[in-house]
Each structure stands twice: as structure tokens, then as C-alpha cells.
């Protein structure tokens, strides 16, 4: 989920504010290190990734 939301970053700013994509991965990075994080639900299965990740690129988009 953190490259799909990196990968958005750099496709909005990219001709505009290229380096954007640091903060984002270091705000990343900061509120995973939280002390007393609680269990994360259940994540995705590699399958629902892949299928959410062709979905979002332009030549999936158009079918």
C-alpha cells in the first residue's frame, strides 16, 4: 500500500514538486515506528494486490 500511495505522489507532483515523494515516505516511516501500535487487521492477499495495482495503471483503466 505504501508504493500505491508513493507511486500516486509522484505521478500528481512530479513536473511540479519532484521531491514531494521524500515526505510522504518519511511521514511513512515516522508513524510506523509509533510506540504501542495495536494489530493490524488483516492485510490484503497478494492476489487483491496485484489486481488493485493493474487497475491503476492507465493501459488496465481503458479496458
Known sequence: ????????????TADAAPETWRRLISYLLQACAAPGAHPLPTPATPRQMYRAMLRSTPQQRGR
Do not use: S
Request: glycine share 8%.
Open 1 to 12: 500500500m505504501f508504493l500505491m500511495a508513493n507511486a500516486g505522489v509522484l505521478t500528481a
